[in-house]
């Protein structure tokens, strides 16, 4: 099944820390970037983190210095490390990427591939 699955949300303090990982299924190859969204709640999703695939990153405002992404090329994985958390960090964090697979014709896709998302609680 072609997917991006995450994991790693849950309840974090204030000034804590919490760490994403997204694993991409094997059936997607070739990536180029991955990063990570979220959404918070009333707001539209928008762009946490990216890296590319010679390992550049780009961070939003919000989030520099205080969060790092990372990936494992040979397991196609990213990870984002949260730290020093903040009440407004409070969203679902998505994964995605880039990538191929092969459609059910047999031919080569390309395609941005997305998570279901995971929660993450920023609170006392």
């Known amino acids: 099944q072609v997917q991006l699955v995450e994991s790693g949300g849950g309840l974090g303090q204030p000034g804590g820390s919490l760490r994403l990982s997204c694993a991409a299924s094997?059936?997607?190859?070739?990536?180029?970037?991955m990063a990570w969204y979220r959404q918070a709640p009333g707001k539209q999703r928008a762009m946490v983190a990216y890296?590319?695939?010679?390992?550049?990153?780009n961070y939003a405002d919000s989030v520099q210095g205080r969060f790092t992404i990372s990936r494992d090329n040979a397991k196609n994985t990213v990870y984002l490390q949260m730290n020093n958390l903040k009440p407004e960090d409070t969203a679902v964090y998505y994964c995605?990427?880039?990538?191929?697979?092969?459609?059910?014709?047999?031919?080569?896709?390309?395609?941005?591939?997305w998570g279901k998302g995971t929660l993450v609680i920023v609170s006392s």
């Open positions: 995605n990427s880039d990538g191929y697979s092969i459609g059910s014709k047999g031919d080569t896709e390309y395609k941005d591939y």
């Open positions: 094997e059936s997607i190859f070739s990536i180029n970037y």
């Open positions: 890296i590319g695939s010679g390992g550049s990153t």
